[in-house]
């Protein structure tokens, strides 16, 4: 059974950054994509970064361009969304999603696992 916890949500002031990782287990880690996925407050769950298993390519939603890196570490079974230039609206629960492909895509229904959600909240 496949796992993923995430980890180092919280709360930040606008402008801050944060470090999200995100724990695999099993032994697939390497040979999928990953996702990171947010879901605010009375809004739908949507696409944020999707990067492939070699980590060599990566995707990201418009309105994070430039300000977050999604990373990993397959050695660490860890996959990582770095976040700069934080702005209120970038509050949500935040969640990984492992894919069951080797390459990533934005779409939910492409992500067979995912973690339990960890929640960032930006004060203005």
């Known amino acids: 059974q496949v796992q993923l916890v995430e980890s180092g949500g919280g709360l930040v002031q606008a402008g801050g950054s944060l470090t999200l990782s995100c724990a695999v287990s099993g032994r697939t880690f390497g040979a999928t994509a990953m996702g990171w996925f947010r879901q605010a407050p009375g809004k739908e769950r949507e696409f944020v970064a999707h990067?492939?298993?070699?980590?060599?390519?990566?995707a990201y939603a418009d309105f994070v361009k430039g300000r977050f890196t999604i990373s990993r570490d397959n050695a660490k079974n860890t996959a990582y969304l770095q976040m700069n230039s934080l702005k209120p609206e970038d509050t949500a629960v935040y969640y990984c999603a492992q894919s069951q492909y080797s390459i990533g895509r934005p779409y939910q229904n492409e992500y067979r696992y995912w973690g339990q959600g960890t929640q960032v909240t930006v004060s203005s």
């Open positions: 990067i492939d298993p070699n980590g060599n390519n990566a």
